[in-house]
């Protein structure tokens, strides 16, 4: 992993933001959080980081959508002094990533958080509570033929280990195609290590 420049929270909270919008999954949430706050897709398909009132609504939109700076969900009890940088990571950088801890993905990497036990997992065909593995594929073979998806968001106490913000279907999809997880950029956020145990 190499530290390619510094970031900051507004960053990568309108990197999430990019991430969710385009997900399957949680786009229809987060329409739904835009329309209570009256905000469009402009505040993340035309952002503008220079812009103070612009940062102020994606960080309240993504704590209405995430909990966010609310400590709930999935922040809850997320670190408060982070410090973001844009980094590389390269394929046996793959060994240091970890997930959160929840139910489904400590089942899918059998209890070990990593996204290449998880990749395993998958290629036996093993589906954990009846869902199926076919989205980590579709995603592997679009990594595959060159196709970009936003960067991952990270969170690291030494650097040297690293837990899953947000990105964890694009990091299992790596992991079922390590060899294309070279130059890969994510969004890096370092913080103490107590923090850190305690959101994990």
């Not at 939109?61 to 969900?73: A, I, T």
Request: contains cysteine; charged residues 25%; glycine residues 8%.
């Amino acid at each position: 992993m190499n530290i390619l420049r510094a970031s900051s929270e507004d960053e990568m909270i309108l990197e999430y933001l990019k991430a969710e919008y385009r997900s399957e999954r949680f786009s229809e949430q987060i329409e739904k959080a835009m329309e209570e706050l009256s905000l469009n897709e402009s505040i993340i398909l035309s952002a503008d980081l220079n812009n103070a009132i612009e940062n102020t609504a994606r960080k309240s939109l993504l704590g209405e959508f995430r909990g966010y700076g609310q400590n709930r969900e999935l922040f809850e009890n997320f670190p408060g002094e982070v410090q973001w940088s844009l980094c590389n990571f390269v394929s046996h950088d793959l060994n240091s990533i970890r997930y959160i801890d929840y139910s489904y993905w400590n089942e899918l990497s059998q209890g070990t958080h990593s996204p290449l036990t998880a990749a395993r997992t998958i290629q036996n065909g093993v589906e954990i509570y009846g869902q199926s593995n076919a989205g980590f594929v579709r995603a592997a073979e679009y990594i595959k033929g060159g196709g970009k998806f936003p960067r991952p968001i990270l969170l690291t106490s030494d650097l040297e280990r690293f837990v899953i913000v947000e990105g964890h279907l694009r990091i299992t999809a790596f992991a079922l195609a390590p060899e294309y997880f070279d130059n890969v950029e994510c969004f890096v956020g370092k913080c103490g290590g107590d923090e850190l145990k305690k959101w994990l």
